[in-house]
């Protein structure tokens, strides 16, 4: 190839990752153990000659389920219901990234921010 190419396109990230969630705080008596979870994303380079990236990533945990056989009164008379209730973790961010000119042995560091929600739900 002959000549100078100056064009470049801008860079797409997809990313996808396995999680272990480890619950805190108040939860953390309940759920004592490692919960597994996924997370997706991408990042789509701002400007072609600027290491600065937006995107968004989603993420889901599930926080594990239990479940209950409970006696009550119906019509007069006993009856036993099944009860189970499964708890889940959703999010999803926006997020900005960094790449500054700085590389350690063969490893390019990056600062990210992560801006988002997350929603707790539980299934009865």
């Given at each position: 190839?002959?000549?100078?190419?100056?064009?470049?396109?801008?860079?797409?990230?997809?990313?996808?990752?396995?999680?272990?969630?480890?619950?805190?705080?108040?939860?953390?008596?309940?759920?004592?153990?490692?919960?597994?979870?996924?997370?997706?994303?991408?990042?789509?380079?701002?400007?072609?000659?600027k290491p600065l990236f937006w995107g968004m990533d989603i993420y889901y945990n599930n926080l594990g389920s239990t479940s209950?056989?409970?006696?009550?009164?119906?019509?007069?008379?006993?009856?036993?219901?099944?009860?189970?209730?499964?708890?889940?973790?959703?999010?999803?961010?926006?997020?900005?990234?960094?790449?500054?000119?700085?590389?350690?042995?063969?490893?390019?560091?990056?600062?990210?921010?992560?801006?988002?929600?997350?929603?707790?739900?539980?299934?009865?």
């Open positions: 190839i002959s000549g100078n190419i100056s064009a470049q396109s801008k860079i797409t990230f997809l990313e996808g990752s396995i999680c272990f969630t480890k619950a805190s705080g108040f939860f953390a008596r309940q759920i004592p153990e490692y919960k597994f979870g996924f997370d997706v994303g991408f990042l789509r380079q701002v400007k072609t000659e209950a056989t409970i006696e009550e009164i119906l019509d007069f008379n006993f009856v036993n219901f099944d009860y189970s209730t499964t708890s889940n973790l959703l999010g999803a961010n926006a997020r900005m990234r960094f790449y500054p000119d700085i590389y350690l042995f063969g490893i390019e560091p990056y600062m990210e921010a992560h801006l988002g929600y997350k929603w707790f739900f539980t299934n009865t």
